[in-house]
């Protein structure tokens, strides 16, 4: 198993940016993918990047591509999504989730979330 913690969110102007560092603990040896999803008030979960356990893999969607950067240390266990040139649209909780398969298939492993505000 793996515990996960998310930190960095809050309120930002549009443009602005945040770091979010995804922590994990549990798992010493590693060699699981990290994930970060997001959840509007109202709206479904939806995929926003993605990262192999080696880091040479990473996806990102579509709205966010050019803006938001995934990256891990895994010396620290810790995962970050930097964001930048934020927009209002970019406004949800943030979770962060685990998949120890290692094959962005199976993220059974969950974080609490972090809020993430962008006004306008």
């Known amino acids: 198993q793996v515990q996960l913690v998310e930190s960095g969110g809050g309120l930002v102007q549009a443009g602005g940016s945040l770091r979010l560092s995804c922590a994990a603990s549990?798992?010493?040896?590693?060699?699981?993918?990290v994930g970060w999803f997001r959840q509007a008030p109202g709206k479904e979960r939806e995929f926003v990047a993605a990262?192999?356990?080696?880091?040479?893999?990473?996806y990102n969607r579509d709205s966010v591509k050019g803006r938001f950067t995934i990256s891990r240390d895994n010396a620290n266990n810790t995962v970050y999504l930097q964001m930048n040139s934020l927009k209002p649209e970019d406004t949800a909780v943030y979770s962060c989730a685990a998949d120890l398969t290692d094959s962005f298939s199976s993220w059974n492993y969950w974080g609490q979330g972090t809020q993430v505000t962008v006004s306008s």
């Open positions: 549990g798992r010493p040896y590693g060699g699981y993918a």
């Open positions: 990262i192999a356990w080696s880091g040479l893999s990473t």
